[in-house]
C-alpha cells in the first residue's frame, strides 16, 4: 500500500509586519480596536509591487525541499494553490518550476479553491502519491492579495495578508495523509468574490474582492465544523485523538468557534491570523511550517487541517504527521 507523507514544510512572509496603526497612519478610517476586536488581527505582511506568487512561492519551496532533505530535481509534481497568480497563463507552478531550476519535465499546474486552495491542492497530489503515478510532489499555497483589495473599503482591506506555505509529499508505507473530504457549492458564489476579469485589454466588471462578511461568517462556521467531522468519521478516529487543528486563518472568532464544535480547546489550534492575517490558500501550509519550526507540530502527531473560501469550496485532511 502507498502513502503520502508530508516530508517537510516551509514559508515566506514578505517584508515586514504592517500593523493594524500602520494602516490607519496610511489613511485607511479604522483602528486597531475595531479589527483586533472583530477578527483578532493585529498585524500582517504586504507584498512590495514588484513581488508576486511565484517568488513568495519559490523561497517556500526552497525551504519545505531542504527540510525535507531532497533535491529541486527529485521533484514530480508542482501544484500550486493561488488565486493571486502571477498571470493568467503559464500557471503559477510553472513559473516555480522554472524559479527552482527544475528542468525534469515534472507536472505542473494551479489549484483554484481560494482560501480552500490548499487543502485542495494537497488532497490531489495525494491522489496522484497514492495511485503510485508520482512519488514527490511539491504543494505550495501562495498569495499577494494585497493586489485584489480595494484599500477604499475599510471592511474587507484590513483583514488580509500576503505570504505563501509549501509542503513536500512524497510516497511512503506509513500512513501520511490519513482521510480528507472537499467540497463546493457555487450557488454562494455571490457572498465573496472578484466578479471581474480581462478582456479585449480592459478589466471587464470589478478588479476587487466583495464579501458580504457575516453571510461568510455563519457559512464558514457551519460547514468548517461539519467537514472537520467528516474526516474524523472517514478515519475512524474521534475529535480526541487530534493533537492540533490547524484551520484557515481567516478570523480568530470562526476559528474558535470551529474549535468549540469539535470539542477541542484552544490550546491544541495552530493560530497565526492575529499576525499573518488572512492569507487565502497560503494560510494553512504558513500556521503549519511555522508551528513545525517553533516546535509545536512534531513528528508522530496528528493534525486535522481545514479551509473555507470563495466558490464557496471548504475541505479538510485528518494526517498523521
Ligand atoms: N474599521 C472600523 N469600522 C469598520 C470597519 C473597519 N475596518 N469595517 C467596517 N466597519 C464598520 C461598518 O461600517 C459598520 O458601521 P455602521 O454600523 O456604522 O454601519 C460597522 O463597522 C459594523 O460593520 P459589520 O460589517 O456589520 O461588522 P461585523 O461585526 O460583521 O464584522 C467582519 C465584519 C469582521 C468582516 C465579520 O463579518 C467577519 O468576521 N466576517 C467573516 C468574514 C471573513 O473572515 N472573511 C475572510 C474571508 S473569507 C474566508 O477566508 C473564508
Given at each position: 500500500?502507498?502513502?503520502?507523507r ?22 485607511i ?98 491522489k ?66 472578484v ?5 479585449s ?21 457551519k ?89 464557496f ?9
Open positions: 500500500m502507498i502513502y503520502a508530508i516530508a517537510g514544510t516551509g514559508s515566506c512572509l514578505p517584508g515586514n509586519p504592517v500593523s493594524n496603526d500602520d494602516l490607519v497612519a496610511r489613511g478610517d479604522t483602528s486597531d480596536e475595531w479589527i483586533v476586536t472583530r477578527s483578532g488581527i493585529h498585524s500582517r505582511h504586504l507584498a512590495a509591487a514588484d513581488v508576486g506568487a511565484s517568488d513568495l512561492a519559490r523561497i517556500a519551496a526552497e525551504h519545505a525541499i531542504e527540510a525535507a532533505g531532497c533535491e529541486p530535481e527529485d521533484i514530480d509534481l508542482i501544484i500550486v494553490a493561488t488565486s493571486t497568480p502571477d498571470y493568467i497563463f503559464p500557471s503559477t507552478a510553472a513559473l516555480v518550476q522554472a524559479k527552482l531550476g527544475i528542468r525534469n519535465g515534472c507536472a505542473a499546474f494551479d489549484v483554484q479553491a481560494v482560501c480552500s486552495g490548499f487543502v485542495y491542492a494537497l488532497s490531489v497530489a495525494e496522484f502519491i497514492r495511485s503510485g503515478s508520482h512519488a514527490r510532489a511539491l504543494v505550495i499555497g501562495a498569495e499577494v492579495f494585497s493586489r485584489i483589495l480595494d484599500w477604499s473599503d475599510r471592511a474587507t482591506c484590513v483583514l488580509f495578508g500576503d505570504g505563501a506555505g509549501a509542503v513536500v509529499l512524497e510516497a511512503s508505507e506509513r500512513p501520511g495523509i490519513r482521510a480528507s473530504s472537499l467540497h463546493a457549492d457555487g450557488s454562494h458564489h455571490p457572498i465573496l468574490c466578479p471581474g476579469g480581462v478582456a485589454g480592459q478589466v471587464i466588471g470589478d478588479p476587487f474582492l466583495r464579501m458580504d462578511g457575516q453571510a461568510v461568517f455563519k457559512f464558514a462556521v460547514v468548517l465544523g461539519d467537514v472537520a467531522l467528516q474526516v474524523l468519521e472517514q478515519a475512524g478516529e474521534e475529535a480526541g485523538s487530534v493533537d492540533w487543528l490547524i484551520p484557515h486563518q481567516a478570523n480568530i472568532r470562526i476559528i474558535q468557534a470551529t474549535a468549540k464544535r469539535l470539542g477541542l480547546p484552544m490550546e491544541r489550534v495552530i493560530t497565526t491570523v492575529g499576525h499573518h492575517g488572512n492569507t487565502s490558500a497560503a494560510s494553512i501550509p504558513l500556521a503549519l511550517d511555522e508551528a513545525v519550526r517553533g516546535g509545536q507540530v512534531h513528528r508522530g502527531q496528528r493534525l486535522i487541517i481545514e479551509g473555507v473560501g470563495g466558490g469550496t471548504w475541505g479538510a485532511a485528518l494526517i498523521d504527521f
